[in-house]
């Protein structure tokens, strides 16, 4: 095993603590060429995909790979925004006020910076721009509300597995999830009434999660479970009967069974009942991506539109609103408790003059 060399050091130079924002991932650009070592590398994560290696390998490279890139770059290429992917553009904005937020709630020097679990910018290397800055103690904020093994375990596993190269290894913390925080609950039953007020509202609202095999669940992946209490509490802040809404799940990819109910199948029996306005929002997803623009915004109108149904509303996720970041605020500084003292100037100076009397060059 080799160590990376640490970066240049001054004594008397003060210890900052950082915080690590992390999403899923996006492709460089919205090309067949950037997609597929995306999904290379997305697709070929164990967590992400519990199959025998050697089996997946040839499913992955050999029909997976020569396959999907060109349609997904396609569906890509419908969302991408002039800045970018619209997860990481959001991503970097969150970052950005939350690094603002937070100068105004400590005068701890704090440093926030963002990743992706796949492409770019990479754990590691926002975890250098971290250490680059002599943060001593690092705070890793997966941002997926809820805990699943394939999101944010897999996240804290480059974490770790980056700082087995680390010669000086930072203090570390690692939020696990916040699915039932009541600020991130607040913020979701705001962004809900406000859409509502400026467009009226539906006859039902459907909460669409992530979706995850269900053996993920018979092996104890508490997602589920997360993601009904999600609900739940958010049903309650709007003040919602059950019959006017309703929790379902996104993404089926495979032959498997996953948990369900289905959003496709969800939508299409709704529109047969002739519904004449649906809005669906996704609790799940703090940013807006793939996942909800195109595969809910789009192809979850054509599911509910085609099967009968009338007007169809997608709300988009908590991206910038205030009471999001507000809210992650919060959350970051709770999960500080002890690390949010400001350097003293005096006895940084005083620890500077004994170094440099022992034998320090700076």
């Known amino acids: 095993m080799s160590y990376q060399t640490e970066p240049s050091f001054s004594h008397g130079t003060p210890e900052k603590t950082g915080i690590l924002l992390i999403n899923l991932g996006t492709p460089d650009a919205p090309t067949t060429q950037a997609v597929r070592p995306y999904l290379k ?13 050697l089996v997946w390998w040839f499913i992955l490279n050999g029909i997976i790979l020569n396959v999907r890139p060109k349609k997904s770059a396609a569906k890509y290429a419908s969302v991408w925004l002039p800045e970018g992917s619209p997860l990481r553009v959001h991503t970097e904005r969150q970052a950005v006020l939350l690094q603002g937020y937070l100068s105004q709630k400590t005068r701890a020097p704090l440093v926030v910076e963002y990743a992706m679990r796949y492409g770019n910018p990479s754990i590691p290397a926002a975890l250098k721009k971290l250490k680059d800055q002599n943060c001593q103690r690092i705070l890793v904020v997966p941002m997926y509300p809820q805990y ?42 705001a962004n ?36 009904h209490k999600t609900a739940r509490l958010l049903a309650q802040e709007l003040g919602l009967k059950p019959e006017q809404y309703a929790l379902s799940f996104q993404s089926r990819f495979g032959r498997a069974e996953w948990v369900q109910p289905y959003t496709t199948a969800t939508l299409q029996e709704w529109g047969k009942q002739k519904l004449r306005r649906v809005d669906v929002v996704c609790p799940g997803f ?7 623009l195109e595969e809910i915004a789009l192809e979850g109108r054509a599911d509910f539109q085609h099967a009968g149904g009338g007007e169809y509303h997608y709300i988009p996720c908590l991206n910038e609103r205030p009471e999001w970041i507000h809210a992650l605020t919060a959350l970051v500084l709770d999960n500080l408790h002890g690390w949010l ?9 005083q620890g500077r003059l004994r170094a440099l009397q022992l034998g320090a060059k700076s």
């Not at 909460?207 to 589920?224: A, C, I, N, Q, V």
């Not at 703090?286 to 909800?292: F, G, S």
């Open 41 to 53: 590398e997305f697709l070929g994560d164990p967590r992400v995909v519990e199959i025998p290696r």
């Open 148 to 189: 699943a093994a394939s999101t944010t375990a897999t996240a804290t596993d480059v974490v770790f597995a980056e700082l087995q190269h680390w010669r000086n290894t930072p203090a570390l913390r690692t939020l696990k999830h916040f699915h039932d925080d009541a600020g991130y609950i607040q913020a979701l039953a």
């Open 341 to 349: 003292a400001a350097p003293d100037p005096a006895q940084l100076e």
């Open 286 to 292: 703090v940013a807006d991506c793939l996942e909800t």
């Open 192 to 227: 809900v009434n406000d859409y509502w007020t400026k467009n009226g509202r539906p006859e039902k609202l459907l909460m669409s999660f992530h979706g995850l095999p269900r053996y993920t669940l018979e092996k104890g992946d508490p997602y589920h479970c997360e993601c």
